[in-house]
């Protein structure tokens, strides 16, 4: 149970967006995927979960095709994607936003366990159930995207900046979450950020991306070491 | 004190009707983002149908849930024949805006031909299921009358099935999420496709109330070329622009109001009004609350 990229090629209209993208997510592992503002993160995201169609190449999960069928179906799989930009629905209560994540699922009590969990991960959210989204802090409402993923019982997640706009504090929170939810669930995780350090810090191997091409790849410890990356990424 | 009740009254069943006909053009406007100027046709079909009906089994009632069933059937037709040609060879610039108003218009066109075509031009009949004749207070007799209180009475409870299935049931969450962010739900599995015919259906069916209660409200009489439809339209229009366009609830405010204000304005100041007072309440609701009642500034309500 792999998650496998191959020669990946997406293109926005004649854009090429991501060109000759390859790496693979071990089981369990997590990848952290850095690189600056437009070099092609959230379109590799969004090319995984098939809400973008790909130009060329093979994305493979579990035998799954995911460069063939749409979102939908792929959330099927055990592929939950949280988009870019706090991925909920604000006119929803923190609640209707937890169940849509298990929409799909036949088996309601085990849709239930899974509330659980969330609730037991984010007792904020427990505790907000009934409140509009609209009135959740930006770190509440990255738990509560967070949630609605788990929610689908995925098995491979693939978060798109989840530090983005949060306060330094609560972003040392969220890695730490997680880094925790991908150990206690098993999970394969695809963490997209522009926050490289802390990204690298949590995971097991790196990719680096530049005007949508694999620049450095490796160890999450080899890419926090590589004089290169330090210098064009890390700050320092 | 007896006219003013006596316009109360009035002005709720209008109101009731008019709400009606606004949720069917909300529920399409949520999950399409299209004003479907086709809503009078096929709300004056659907009453065909039911006229149709009645032909055969002579029970409203009965009727009535055939209207809504051939509604809900032509609006989801409508939607997956229609308009996904139409959003997907459309999807972008200025003709974006400007082609479902010209392919809705042209609809209602088509099917007010139609319509003639299988049932002629003349006036058809569907009677009442109960009495027209006002109830009485001591010596006065009011319009409010037994249809009028049973109409007042269908669209409760439809409207109480309605909220029911858009806060409790997984059908309604799929359709609120489906509407406020077609991504969102289809990450989390949603067939958004099937949803949005579904709340083309759903609107299909809303309309087809609207038409049948429209026809026992008046004088029974229906006609392709009927103007109370075309007003219907216009009402429903704006109640729904008064209560948002987004919130089901303010939908429902949005056509009590304009009832009540219509009812109020014909009475007590002209009943030369008829045709203009909607759109000063139009003018005015913009005026004071361009977001609809419910509405925040920008902002969107369940
Ligand atoms: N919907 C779109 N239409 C056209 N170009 C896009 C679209 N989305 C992204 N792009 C372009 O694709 C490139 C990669 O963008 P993106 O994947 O959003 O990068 P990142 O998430 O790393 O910031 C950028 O050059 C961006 O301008
Ligand atoms: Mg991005």
Do not use: C
Not at chain 2, 36 to 51: C, D, I, M, P, V
């Amino acid at each position: 149970m792999t998650l496998i990229v191959n020669n990946l090629n997406v293109h926005h209209g004649a854009i090429a967006a991501i060109s000759d993208v390859t790496f693979t997510v071990p089981q369990g592992e997590l990848t952290a995927v850095i690189g600056s503002n437009g070099a092609g993160k959230s379109t590799l995201l969004r090319a995984l979960s098939g809400l973008k169609g790909a130009t060329s190449g093979n994305a493979t999960w579990k035998e799954h095709n995911l460069l063939k069928g749409s979102a939908e179906i792929h959330v099927r799989h055990g592929i939950s994607h949280v988009s870019e930009g706090m991925s909920v629905i604000p006119e929803l209560t923190v609640e209707e936003n937890l169940d849509l994540g298990a929409i799909w699922r036949r088996n309601k009590s085990e849709a239930q366990s899974s509330k659980r969990e969330v609730f037991a991960l984010f007792p904020r959210l427990e505790e907000r159930r009934k409140q509009s989204t609209a009135t959740l802090s930006g770190g509440e409402r990255q738990m509560l995207a967070i949630g609605r993923a788990l929610m689908s019982k995925p098995e491979l997640l693939l978060l798109d900046e989840p530090s983005l706009g949060l306060a330094p504090l609560l972003v040392k929170q969220i890695f730490e979450a997680i880094s925790n939810i991908s150990k206690q669930f098993g999970l394969s995780v695809v963490l997209v950020e522009q926050n490289a350090m802390s990204a690298l810090q949590i995971a097991h191997s790196g990719v680096v991306l530049n005007l949508g091409r694999v620049v450095a790849a490796g160890k999450a410890q080899e890419l926090i070491s590589d004089p290169a990356v330090r210098a064009a990424y890390l700050g320092y | 004190m007896f006219e003013f009740i006596n316009t109360l009254l009035i002005g709720i069943t209008s109101g009731a009707i008019y709400s009606l006909m606004a949720l069917a053009l909300v529920l399409v406007w949520r999950s399409t983002r299209v004003v479907n100027f086709a809503q009078a046709g096929q709300a004056l079909a659907s009453t065909y149908f039911g006229f149709e009906a009645m032909k055969h089994i002579d029970n409203f009632w009965i009727a009535l849930l055939i209207a809504m069933i051939g509604g809900a059937i032509l609006a989801a037709f409508i939607e997956m024949v229609f308009m996904r040609l139409l959003l997907k060879h459309t999807s972008s610039g200025a003709i974006a805006s400007v082609a479902p108003i010209i392919a809705t218009l042209g609809l209602l066109e088509v099917i007010r031909a139609l319509i003639t075509l299988k049932w002629g031009g003349a006036d058809v009949l569907i009677k009442a299921p109960l009495s027209n004749t006002g109830f009485s207070i001591g010596t006065h007799t009011l319009v409010f009358s037994p249809m009028k209180l049973a109409i007042i009475a269908v669209v409760v409870f439809l409207l109480s099935i309605l909220s029911i299935l858009f806060q409790k049931t997984n059908i309604g969450l799929s359709l609120r999420a489906s509407a406020f962010s077609p991504e969102l739900a289809r990450l989390a599995g949603i067939r958004v496709d099937l949803v949005r015919t579904f709340g083309w259906a759903l609107s299909g069916a809303t309309g087809a109330v609207a038409g049948m209660l429209l026809v026992v409200n008046g004088n029974g009489s229906l006609s392709p070329a009927s103007i109370e439809f075309s007003l219907l339209l216009i009402s429903g229009f704006i109640a729904a622009v008064v209560g948002g366009l987004d919130s089901l609830l303010g939908t429902v405010i949005g056509g009590m109001i304009l009832g009540l204000s219509t009812a109020f304005v014909l009475m007590y100041i002209s009943d030369s009004l008829f045709f203009i007072a909607p759109f000063i309440i139009l003018l005015l609701a913009l005026i004071i609350r361009p977001q609809g009642i419910l509405g925040k500034k920008g902002g969107r309500r369940a």
